[in-house]
């Protein structure tokens, strides 16, 4: 994790860039030697990107306010587009004009990716703690051969497609 500067690195550093640690990550070290970017340039480059309005805010006086005000806005066109989930988020759908079979079709297709049926099934009874891990474990091991297999079977029908 620690990589440690060496004196050849320290010599070979400018002096504005010189690290005051003797150890640092690996991943700041490229940080003690690169230059900051210039404040300027940075701005410039924001400005010059944004949308018409964030253009003409940023090119203005930003007060505290008007970031307060904008951030605002945003955060609630954001939760009216995207409402934040409740207790029943994950297990209703929307019925769409008159069409309920659909929407019956798909609450039952997230219903069984959930596995909330089993999972009812379960909590029906107790089940021991022994058991319990047994049945885990053994759904694990199943879950890494089906994949295993999975694999395999791609691996042949790409070789297949090869030609050999």
């Known amino acids: ?17 010189r690290p005051a640690v003797s150890f640092a990550y690996r991943s ?19 400005v010059d990107n944004s949308p018409a309005p964030v253009r003409q805010t940023l090119e203005g006086v930003l007060t505290a306010e008007d970031i307060w005000k904008n951030k605002s ?42 596995k909330v049926q089993a999972q009812l099934r379960r909590a029906e009874r107790h089940e021991k703690k022994g058991v319990k891990r047994r049945r885990l474990s053994s759904e694990r091991w199943r879950k890494q051969f089906a994949h295993e297999v999975r694999r395999k079977v791609q691996l042949v029908a790409k070789i297949r497609n090869r030609g050999a």
């Open 73 to 114: 806005v945003e955060a609630i066109r954001r939760a009216n587009e995207k409402p934040p989930a409740n207790a029943y988020a994950g297990r209703s759908v929307n019925v769409k004009g008159a069409n309920v079979g659909e929407a019956f079709g798909r609450l039952q297709a997230i219903l069984s990716r959930n």
């Open 1 to 17: 994790m620690f990589g440690a500067i060496t004196s050849l690195m320290r010599s070979t550093l400018p002096p504005r860039c």
């Open 28 to 46: 700041h070290i490229r940080h003690f030697t690169s230059r900051p970017p210039r404040v300027e340039a940075t701005w410039t480059g924001v």
